[in-house]
């Protein structure tokens, strides 16, 4: 059965470190959140070719996630995957020229939204294929295993890709061979326009990791500080070779499954939508950082005013990025 | 690593060693392991058991459960593995053992393996090897005899090899491993225990470059795997009569070297094309019409194809011998093509 996690993170006592651990994971969210509305504001005044899945809501498990990996630690990410880039610090400038379809871009514009990636940080991709991306990162642990190294693997993926095989096979091959690898499961509540309930009988998808003899924890997938904790934990469990764990951070999506907003019938309510608002990661975040002195407004707002000035200059750099050149259309389809 | 090292020419008159397939297989894997310690081997009972047709017999003896690697029976998770290893540096060699369980691993080939390098911007390869054991024969029925080839081959990103006799089971398997790109090693089940030359030491063949097996003068044949063996019996049937068969093995089929067989068509101004695959949508498609672009005005007669009858494969072996092409329907075709002319 999965544990609820604990609120160790709220101790006084480590009131030091978690003050560099609150700007750390402050920052991050609001980098997710600024880049995410800047490009729903890029999609609907027709800017930008192809799809976009925003990862608006969920800032706190990315953040809280990414803040407790180094740089060498890999992740497989999802096609809602700008948040995880973002957050393992894939620069704004190659993100936005790749949404832009521009060869400056992360992916040299062949890859678009659902394939950003930075193999030098780590950030094995996002992935157009729901599930597909957790036997990569078993794939990727096994590596450092298999070399010695003491980096881990991390695969983020929503409550939807626990119902296909790939999650399933890639957890009980991660759990057989002890492999250093999380599970991060972002449940967010539906599967594109499906809610949990309709698409599995449990509440806690958490549940379905002990069937691998995989330990799992719950955490409020709000509250960065509760991820971030949960993971550290995880962290030091996979590095010293304790093997797989899994983590369901039960978290929102504020926008919809695809672009800004549905157009169709409305597959959830208003109120829901506010109600998860309310409890808004970054919101939550600020107001215990004011209330315990961790960080002061003006220390926040800068964040903002930074990251706002940033990701400006990173879409002009977009814009202003040449296009790929047809002649080069075969480019990457082999090695050598 | 990409350097191939060029095959070694075989003894003169045969006086080489003799090998079986299988045993060539594993003889250049195991030389592969030995070069290069970032190869590995995962898959379903390839470890402990040696694999099920025998191909990674005494491997775990030599290299030890940290390089050969007994998984669950989970194709997706075990491609996937390989995927990201190799996007981490590895070379993984995963064994799926019958071709028929691709269905259950497509994604990770064909989204994943295929189209990880392009789709990143170049910023990744996936130097994978998938090995599999394909084709009819053995009375193993419609899930365990396919030849899948085409499928593969569609995607862009896969490079897909068919040896034909251990020679080029060896050398195909070593450049496969080699490669940087995700390879299918599609051995034929049938030919598990045939015997050839092999040289003992560690050699690749080029991926992309058919060999000619046999020369002729009035009909080109070009085979696909255990289809080549066919072809060089009926080519010694016709040579009885004085038909001059030309026999090309492809041995890739991505990248297919089709300048090979453009240069043969034009100087034999005939075609047919053999393959085990059923003929609707096969290679033999592919090939022929490339043939007819390349080469329209030098042929006498259409491009023939022989492949497997539209249907699964058979497991009665009355069924299953009259479904696969053979040494009989590949002379009949080449009759049929000096007739038409």
């Known amino acids: 059965m999965a544990q609820r996690a604990s609120k160790k993170s709220a101790d006084p006592a480590a009131n030091h470190t ?206 960065a500080l509760a991820v971030h904790q949960a993971t550290v934990e995880a962290v030091a469990r996979a590095r010293a070779g304790e093997g797989p764990m899994f983590i369901e951070a039960k978290t929102y999506r504020y926008y919809d499954h695809q672009g800004v907003k549905g157009l169709r019938h409305p597959y959830r309510s208003d109120a829901e939508v506010e109600e998860w608002k309310a409890r808004d990661a970054i919101d939550l975040l600020e107001a215990r950082a004011l209330a315990d002195g961790t960080a002061t407004r003006a220390e926040l707002d800068d964040t903002w005013r930074r990251t706002r000035d940033e990701i400006a200059e990173a879409i002009a750099y977009a814009e202003a990025s040449p296009l790929p050149d047809t002649a080069d259309l075969l480019l990457n389809v082999y090695s050598g | 690593m990409t350097t191939i090292t060029e095959a070694p020419a075989l003894a003169p008159g045969g006086t080489a060693r003799k090998l079986s397939y299988v045993k060539a297989f594993n003889e250049g894997l195991a030389q592969a392991m030995r070069e290069d310690e970032n190869v590995f081997v995962a898959g379903e009972d390839v470890a402990g058991y040696g694999g099920v047709f025998r191909m990674f017999d005494n491997l775990l003896d030599e290299f030890g459960p940290r390089r050969m690697i007994d998984t669950p029976i989970s194709e997706a998770a075990l491609v996937g593995l390989g995927v990201g290893a190799a996007a981490r540096g590895l070379r993984p060699v995963v064994d799926l053992m019958f071709m028929d369980f691709i269905g259950v691993c497509l994604d990770q080939i064909v989204n994943q393996a295929a189209k990880m390098k392009y789709m990143f911007g170049g910023s990744v390869s996936v130097p994978l090897t998938i090995t599999t054991a394909s084709g009819a024969g053995l009375g193993a029925a419609a899930q365990h005899s396919q030849s899948l080839e085409a499928w593969l081959a569609h995607v862009p990103g896969l490079k897909v090899v068919m040896p034909s006799d251990a020679y080029t089971a060896k050398g195909l398997t070593v450049s496969a491993i080699r490669d940087d790109n995700p390879v299918v090693v599609m051995l034929n089940k049938v030919l598990l225990g045939s015997t050839s030359e092999v040289p003992e030491q560690i050699y690749g063949i080029p991926l992309g470059q058919a060999h000619t097996a046999r020369h002729g003068s009035d009909v080109t044949v070009i085979a696909l795997g255990r289809m080549v063996g066919e072809a060089l019996a009926a080519a010694e049937e016709l040579a009885a009569e004085g038909i001059e068969v030309e026999v090309i093995d492809p041995r890739t089929v991505q990248p297919l070297d089709t300048e090979t067989m453009f240069a043969s068509v034009r100087r034999t101004n005939r075609a047919l094309v053999v393959h085990e695959a059923v003929t609707f949508g096969g290679l033999g498609g592919e090939i022929a019409a490339q043939i007819q672009d390349a080469a329209f005005d030098y042929l006498d007669a259409p491009v023939l194809r022989i492949g497997a009858p539209f249907s699964p494969v058979p497991f009665s072996p009355v069924l299953e011998k009259a479904y696969v092409p053979d040494q009989a329907r590949i002379v009949q075709g080449c009759r049929r093509l000096l007739e038409r002319s």
Do not use: W
Request: glycine share 14%; charged share 20%; net charge negative.
């Open chain 1, 18 to 223: 978690s003050a560099q651990v609150v700007r750390d994971l402050h920052e991050r969210m609001v980098r997710i959140r600024l880049f995410e509305t800047e490009a729903g504001k890029l999609m609907e005044a027709g800017k930008l070719p192809g799809f976009l899945h925003l990862y608006v809501g969920q800032e706190a498990v990315a953040a809280g996630v990414m803040a407790a990996l180094r740089d060498d630690d890999q992740i497989t990410s999802t096609h809602r995957g700008h948040g995880h880039a973002v957050a393992k610090g894939v620069s704004f400038k190659h993100m936005y020229a790749e949404l832009y379809g521009r060869v400056t871009g992360a992916c040299l514009g062949r890859g678009g939204s659902m394939h950003i990636n930075d193999v030098s940080l780590g950030m094995l991709g996002a992935n157009g294929i729901v599930g597909a991306g957790v036997p990569i990162a078993v794939g990727a642990a096994f590596a450092a295993q298999y070399r010695g190294e003491d980096n881990i693997a991390v695969t983020f993926f929503g409550d939807g890709a626990t119902n296909i095989g790939s999650f399933h096979e890639g957890a009980n091959m991660a759990a057989i061979l002890r492999l250093p690898v999380l599970f991060i499961c972002e449940n967010n509540g539906y599967a594109e326009f499906t809610p949990q309930s309709k698409h599995m009988l449990i509440t806690d998808v958490a549940e379905r990791a002990a069937s691998y003899g995989m330990p799992s924890v719950i955490v409020d997938g709000m509250d």
